[in-house]
């Protein structure tokens, strides 16, 4: 059984930080492009950023040089470095492989931006 499990979010101020983790089990992590996604209240899901087999990593246009995806494949393991967050950024962050599996997410991360 496949489970993606995200941790890391939290309550910060604009301007801050955040790391996010999503850990994997159930798939060969190594084989699959993952992507970090997030869904804000009353908004469909979107795809924030995601990263190749590789290291290619393609952003939102919204996130692009504040954010950072990255890998541990010997981790299975995803991270998602967000910096200078903006209130905009306050949503439920997820981690799927992208493209996504339906059956494959998880609980997600809040993430709150707010003074």
């Known amino acids: 059984q496949v489970q993606l499990v995200e941790s890391g979010g939290g309550l910060v101020q604009p301007g801050g930080s955040l790391r996010l983790s999503c850990v994997s089990s159930?798939?060969?992590?190594?084989?699959?492009?993952m992507g970090w996604y997030r869904q804000a209240p009353g908004k469909q899901r979107e795809l924030v950023a995601h990263?190749?087999?590789?290291?290619?990593?393609n952003y939102a246009d919204s996130v692009k040089g504040r954010f950072t995806i990255s890998r541990d494949n010997a981790k299975n393991t995803i991270y998602l470095q967000m910096n200078n967050l903006k209130p905009e950024d306050t949503a439920v962050y997820y981690c799927?492989?992208?493209?996504?599996?339906?059956?494959?997410w998880g609980q997600g991360t809040q993430v709150t931006v707010s003074s």
């Open positions: 799927n492989k992208e493209p996504p599996e339906h059956d494959y």
């Open positions: 159930g798939i060969i992590f190594s084989r699959y492009a």
């Open positions: 990263i190749t087999r590789g290291t290619f990593a």
